[in-house]
């Protein structure tokens, strides 16, 4: 069972980025997924989660309206589309399957001008 994270970078604060979440060594269409994240010097945080075949999603009340979480079941991935970034947006972002339970190894988002 494996998550790998991409899609991190340094980005300026009102920018956007799309975090993905490639999964393997499970049936990832039969299990809902999340994103969380975790500040300097905060505990980790939950962001958002979908279903297995992504027909609800929720949201942190930090985060919604700006974010937006999606799958590609054909893909065995997860997406995380951020937008207007915030300097407090700055974190790890991991992505988790609650039901197995794995954590991939996170992305650095830095929100900085």
């Known amino acids: 069972v494996q998550l790998v994270e991409s899609g991190g970078g340094l980005v300026q604060p009102g920018g956007s980025l799309r975090l993905s979440c490639a999964a393997s060594?499970?049936?990832?269409?039969?299990?809902?997924m999340s994103w969380y994240r975790q500040a300097p010097g905060k505990e980790r945080e939950w962001v958002a989660s979908i279903t297995s075949a992504g027909g609800s999603t929720t949201y942190a009340d930090s985060v919604k309206g700006r974010f937006t979480i999606s799958r590609d079941n054909a893909k065995n991935t997860v997406y995380l589309q951020i937008h207007s970034l915030k300097r407090e947006d700055t974190a790890v972002y991991y992505c988790?399957?609650?039901?197995?339970?794995?954590w991939g190894q996170g992305t650095q988002v830095t929100v900085s001008s």
């Open positions: 060594g499970f049936t990832f269409r039969s299990y809902g």
């Open positions: 988790f399957a609650p039901s197995l339970p794995k």
